[in-house]
Each structure stands twice: as structure tokens, then as C-alpha cells.
């Protein structure tokens, strides 16, 4: 089975999956020829922001670097073990970019403590092990939604059912997080791409300070929200990186 992708060629799906297990693959080569749902976030953002993003890269936030030593530390183990851990106060300092230098990404023992706290929470609770049992972890897909080529990794997934992990400095305000932060566009692009029920896909969310954990379910309307943000994020793309609109005219407008 072949998919057609941005740059208008022809790749096998079964090829382009196998490669998607290679994270430098999967962020760096086939972020410009598959749209994802961080993509999608950014053209609702502007086009200019995807653009620049796209060319450039945004760099590694904290909150990146801890979130994804979080997924490691549940889901992959094995690949959290094999960090490259170094014991500094700051990263400002000799020893951490020598490092930095010598093994090309390091983290540091604090952060390693950080994301040991919470795994360890997690793995306490009998809720969220239940949630996840019987299930494949960080599962990559390459597909078409609405006539466009998406890529995209389930944190969890399980026979007809989708778990996405997410962290949170405030659990009892994760769903004004989930509609800030564009969880509805995920929704609906991995049922999509899974062949997943919209009441199939849970978030499985957990406190960053008092360790507690919401697992939240979805409901048609949010779904059918983030159905809408593909659709418009999409037309986005299509004006202004397949029609060629010129971005630097782009311009909000609006009554106040």
C-alpha cells in the first residue's frame, strides 16, 4: 500500500512506518512531508509560525524535555535507562556541556528525579495501570485525513481504544487545558487515522505537584470541535504552502 505525501511522491506505508520507530526520522525528515497534530496547532496559530517552524525548528522546552522523559519512564523504559544522565546544578556549567558535546542530548539528575516521582505515582495507581494494560506503546501511523497525509505515535493502544499521557500543573483544570491547548484536533486526527471511536479515547492525565491522576474521557462534541480545527488548519495549509498565497500579506482581521 503506497501513500502519496507532501511533496507529491509516492512511499510505501509499511517502509514509512518501520522508519518511524527512528525519532530523528520521524521529527526531522517526515515533519516535511506528513502534517501531525503539533503541525495543525501551529497553522491555527499562523501560517508564519508553521512556516518558521517547519524551516527552522522551535528548539527544546522544558516542558518538551520533561514531558517526554515521562512518556519514557512509563512506556519505554528500556530507551529512559538509556539516558545520558549527568549531575549538575545548572546546564550552564562545564561539565554539562562537555557532556552535551560528547553524547549529543544529556539530561540532568534533577530532571531524571522529576520524571522518577511521577512515573512512580503513575505506576501506583491501579486506574491508570488498568487503562493501559494489554496495550502496544508508542505505535506509529501514517495515513490520509480529509485528502491530506498525517503522521502520527499513540502514547497507547489498545484493541479499539487510544490513552494519550499528558502532564498538568493543574488536574482539575484540564479541560480548559484540553480546548487551550488544542487536545480535540489530537482526537479527532487519531481516531481517524487509529479507526478509533471518538468514546474510545481517553486522556490520562496527571498533576505535576500533587501527583493526582484525572482520566478523562471524550465526548461527541469535542470530537466533532476538533474535527472543525482540522478542517480549517488544513485550508490554511492548502492557501498558503499548495496555492501559494503570499504569507506575508496574511492578516487577522476582526470587530472589537
Not at 87 to 112: C, I, P, W
Not at 184 to 191: F, K
Not at 213 to 239: D, H, P, W
Amino acid at each position: 500500500m503506497k501513500i502519496q505525501l507532501l511533496d507529491g511522491k509516492q512511499y510505501e506505508v509499511k517502509d514509512l512506518v518501520e522508519k518511524m520507530a527512528d525519532d530523528n526520522f520521524y521529527y526531522s525528515e517526515l515533519n516535511k512531508l506528513a502534517l501531525s497534530s503539533s503541525s495543525l496547532k501551529l497553522l491555527l496559530q499562523s501560517p508564519k509560525t508553521y512556516k518558521h517552524v517547519t524551516q527552522y525548528g522551535s528548539g527544546e522546552s522544558q516542558a518538551l524535555r520533561d514531558g517526554w522523559l515521562f512518556h519514557t519512564a512509563i512506556l519505554e523504559p528500556d530507551v529512559f535507562e538509556s539516558q545520558t544522565f549527568i549531575d549538575v546544578q545548572s546546564k550552564n556549567t562545564k561539565k554539562y556541556k562537555e557532556a552535551l558535546t560528547e553524547h549529543g542530548r544529556v539530561f540532568t539528575m534533577k530532571e531524571r528525579n522529576d520524571a522518577e516521582r511521577l512515573a512512580d505515582a503513575f505506576l501506583r495507581n491501579e486506574h491508570a495501570l488498568a487503562l493501559i494494560q494489554n496495550s502496544e506503546f508508542e505505535v506509529p501511523v501514517i495515513g490520509e485525513v480529509m485528502g491530506t497525509p498525517f503522521r502520527g505515535k499513540a502514547d497507547v493502544l489498545g484493541h479499539d481504544k487510544i490513552v494519550d499521557l499528558k502532564t498538568t500543573t493543574d488536574i482539575k483544570g484540564f479541560e480548559y487545558s484540553a480546548k487551550k491547548y488544542g487536545y480535540d484536533v489530537q482526537c479527532y486526527l487519531y481516531c481517524n487515522l487509529f479507526d478509533v471511536k471518538w468514546d474510545s479515547f481517553y486522556f490520562l492525565a496527571l498533576d505535576k505537584g500533587s501527583l493526582d491522576i484525572g482520566i478523562f474521557e471524550c465526548s461527541e462534541e469535542f470530537y466533532l470541535r476538533g474535527e472543525q480545527k482540522v478542517a480549517e488548519a488544513i485550508e490554511v495549509y492548502n492557501t498558503f504552502f499548495v496555492h501559494g498565497a503570499d504569507i506575508d500579506s496574511y492578516c487577522l482581521r476582526g470587530t472589537l
